[in-house]
C-alpha cells in the first residue's frame, strides 16, 4: 500500500465549477500537507500548505487537513480552464529527513 | 529570478551509455534534490542532498549517483542506463529543515533509454 493515494482522473468540469481534489495517507507522523500544480511539460510549483489539521484559504483555493480520518482535500471555487493541470498532493513528517512524499496526481481539465 | 534550473532538457541513450543531469539554483538553498515522475507513480525521490558535500539515498537510489562539490550544483549520474531509467526527471530545493515543505522545482529533463 503506497503511503499515499490519489486518484489520477482525469476529472474534467465545466468552467465555474467546484472541484474537489482528494487525498488519504497511512503515516500518522506526516504534519506538513501541500498541494503542488503542475502544468504539461513544466516542473510543479507549490500552490498551498498546511501545517496540521484545518482549514487554510487562498483567492479560490481552500486546503482542508483531517488528521483523525487522514483525509487531505483542495477546493477550487469558480473553477477557470487556466486551473486546467495536474495537482499533486505532498505530505512531511517531521522526523524521518524532512522528505517530502508525493501522491500519483489528478489530472483536472475545466472546460471553457 | 532563475530559480531552479536543469540542463538537458531532453536526451536520448542507449541502452549502457553514461551521462550526467546539472541541476543549478540561485536562491542559496541548503537541501536538494533529485525526483523521477512515472505515469502513475507521481514523484519518487531518487537521492537528495542537506547541504556541500553531503548526499544521501531516497526511495529509488539504484543506478543512480550524485555529487554536491558546491552549494548551488546538485549533478546526478547514470552510469549505465537501463529502458527502466526512462522518466522525467526533476530536481528540485528548499531552504532547509524548517522550509522543507516549500520544495522549488526545476522544469524537468524528459530521458529516453532505447
Known amino acids: 500500500q503506497k503511503e499515499v493515494e490519489q486518484d489520477p482522473g482525469p476529472l474534467s468540469v465545466p468552467e465555474g465549477a467546484i472541484v474537489s481534489l482528494n487525498c488519504t495517507y497511512s503515516n500518522s507522523a506526516f504534519q506538513y500537507f501541500m498541494w503542488y500544480r503542475q502544468y504539461s511539460r513544466k516542473g510543479p510549483e507549490l500552490l498551498m500548505y498546511?501545517?496540521?489539521?484545518g482549514n487554510k484559504e487562498d483567492g479560490r483555493f481552500t486546503a482542508q487537513v483531517d488528521k483523525s480520518s487522514k483525509y487531505i482535500s483542495l477546493f477550487i471555487r469558480d473553477s477557470q480552464p487556466s486551473d486546467s493541470a495536474t495537482y499533486l498532493c505532498?505530505?512531511?513528517?517531521?522526523?524521518?529527513?524532512?522528505?517530502?512524499?508525493f501522491g500519483a496526481g489528478t489530472r483536472l481539465f475545466v472546460k471553457a | 529570478n532563475a530559480g531552479v534550473t536543469q540542463t538537458p532538457k531532453f536526451r536520448v541513450l542507449k541502452t549502457g551509455q553514461s551521462m550526467t543531469l546539472l541541476c543549478a539554483q540561485d536562491?542559496?538553498?541548503?537541501?536538494m534534490y533529485w525526483y523521477r515522475q512515472d505515469p502513475g507513480m507521481g514523484l519518487r525521490l531518487i537521492h537528495y542532498s542537506v547541504g556541500e558535500g553531503t548526499t544521501a539515498k531516497g526511495e529509488v537510489p539504484d543506478g543512480y549517483n550524485v555529487s554536491r562539490l558546491k552549494k548551488q550544483n546538485f549533478l546526478l549520474g547514470l552510469e549505465s542506463a537501463a529502458p527502466s531509467q526512462t522518466s522525467v526527471y526533476f530536481c528540485?530545493?528548499?531552504?532547509?529543515?524548517?522550509?522543507?515543505?516549500?520544495?522549488?522545482f526545476g522544469s524537468g529533463t524528459q530521458l529516453s533509454v532505447l
Open positions: 528540485a530545493s528548499s531552504s532547509g529543515q524548517s522550509g522543507n515543505e516549500k520544495l522549488f
Open positions: 505532498a505530505m512531511m513528517a517531521i522526523t524521518g529527513g524532512f522528505k517530502t512524499i
Open positions: 536562491m542559496n538553498h541548503e537541501y
Open positions: 498546511t501545517y496540521s489539521s
